[in-house]
């Protein structure tokens, strides 16, 4: 049971940095009016949920045959954001056109690569520093 709740927070962790740090950007960026710009971040959310129950749905699937690692995981949860992106929310930032919508679906891509790469890199740290402890 630790297995699934450890996974699924892993989620709900790339989310929540994800869309703080989406919001900085908006916060940062005044010029982006409210409508359409005000509702990417609610939509950021619905695609987080979306990814989150396909990758923990799948991580279930998976977990009758085989454990599946943390950073294993979260590659598979961003996998899916990225796949949900594209295909559900028709979100492509090579398109040409408005330049304050390929900003924002950029900016969504970014968003999630950095706070992936964050979480990533905060769980290399903290498995050094617990392999250091234990050889001490």
Not at 96 to 104: F, L, P
């Amino acid at each position: 049971m630790i297995y699934y709740i450890k996974h699924f927070f892993s989620y709900v962790i790339i989310s929540v940095l994800s869309v703080v740090i989406f919001g900085a950007f908006l916060v940062s960026h005044p010029e982006y009016p409210g409508g359409a710009a005000g509702m990417a971040p609610l939509l950021i959310i619905l695609n987080c949920i979306i990814a989150a129950c396909i990758a923990f749905i799948l991580l279930l699937l998976l977990s009758i045959k085989t454990k599946i690692t943390l950073p294993a995981s979260t590659t598979m949860f961003a996998l899916f954001y990225f796949l949900v992106l594209i295909f559900y929310f028709d979100s492509n930032p090579l398109e040409k056109g408005d330049t304050m919508a390929r900003n924002i679906n950029i900016w969504g891509y970014l968003c999630l690569m950095l706070s992936y790469v964050l979480f990533n890199l905060g769980l290399a740290v903290r498995r050094a520093y617990l392999s250091k402890k234990n050889t001490e």
